[in-house]
């Protein structure tokens, strides 16, 4: 699942200083350092009848180009009850809507652009 990626991505403590909040309400992602929003991304979450998990969560794995519905990266969430991740999209329209089975749908520009900042571990709270 993990290719072409140098070994610092899977160093223990490897962009700690980073985390995820994410607003499903506002449809925002941000990336918190050092108690700061650093970065903030429109998103698209979970429809009502699969809501985005609330909760506080762990990147637990990714993937580089999983294609279809899931973009150009994939961030699974450590989420007990469900397959959650963050990820990008081929519905670049849906963005900014609740259409999702529960997964953070991001432009495929914004989560590129993410995943220079966090990796497996990141912590991601949803509120």
């Given at each position: 699942?993990?290719?072409?990626y ?43 009848s ?37 990820h ?40």
């Amino acid at each position: 699942m993990l290719k072409n990626y140098p070994y610092e991505y899977y160093s223990e403590g490897f962009r700690a200083d980073y985390r995820i909040t994410i607003k499903p309400n506002e449809k925002r992602l941000y990336l918190i350092k050092d108690n700061k929003i650093f970065k903030s991304y429109p998103i698209a979450t979970g429809k009502p009848s699969t809501p985005t998990p609330i909760g506080t969560f762990k990147i637990e794995n990714a993937a580089i180009n999983p294609g279809g519905p899931f973009g150009v990266r994939w961030l699974g969430l450590d989420a007990p009850y469900g397959d959650y991740g963050i990820h990008g999209t081929n519905n670049p329209s849906s963005i900014g809507k609740s259409v999702s089975n529960g997964c953070i749908r991001m432009y495929n520009k914004d989560i590129l652009d993410l995943v220079k900042y966090v990796w497996i571990g990141t912590v991601v709270k949803i509120v």
